[in-house]
């Protein structure tokens, strides 16, 4: 899942959030200086998108994609996914989404030490260009996915990726609601296993 997703599905816990959202920028070793609660993000990331990448709804959506992306439909069935969370947030939070992500972007801003200096450049943009709002518009993702094509190391194209998305979008739609109906479910028992498992008492 994109980083709407994983903030979401921290379930307002704030090192979980550190955790969850730090994931893909921490190496071996590295886990064992954050904190038991920041590592449980971490695993609650990795679970979660070992999960969705495996998912059968999952595969339908990328099923669209990988005859013209490869690969890379992984990444951005991850952004379509988030795009429709931002535009039904009201289904799912009481929270409006700006505040929302202003919340979120708070909470990370208040573990400087926390944050690996590749995260922190790529938050700098985040938080200036409001990414997490900003994924509720047409053009808030495709400027997520123009960003993605530039980063990428092969000629992956992704930024063409929203025809598909506008050509099936009320499919995809359909897809989302019914495949993130089961990830929130998972995502909430993980989490309650994980901290139970490091907190018996």
Sequence with gaps: MNFLAHAYLSFGQEEILIGNFIADFVRGKEMEKY???????????????????????????QSFLIPRFGHYSLVI???????????????????PLEQFSL???????????????AFRRMFHWMQTQNWLYSYRKPEGIQAALDGLSRRARFDSKMNESTQVLWEKEEEIEVIFFAFFANLETFASTTLAEL???????
Excluded: C, M
């Design 35 to 61: 904190s038991k609660k920041v590592q449980l993000g971490i695993h609650l990331h990795r679970i979660i998108d070992t999960y969705t990448d495996s998912h059968p709804l999952v595969k339908q959506v």
């Design 77 to 95: 069935s991850d952004v379509f996914f988030d795009y429709f969370l931002a535009k039904n947030w009201n289904n799912y939070s009481d929270i």
């Design 103 to 117: 919340n979120t972007y708070q909470v990370i801003s208040s573990y400087p030490k926390e944050l690996p200096e």
């Design 195 to 201: 901290i139970q498992s490091h907190d018996p008492a």
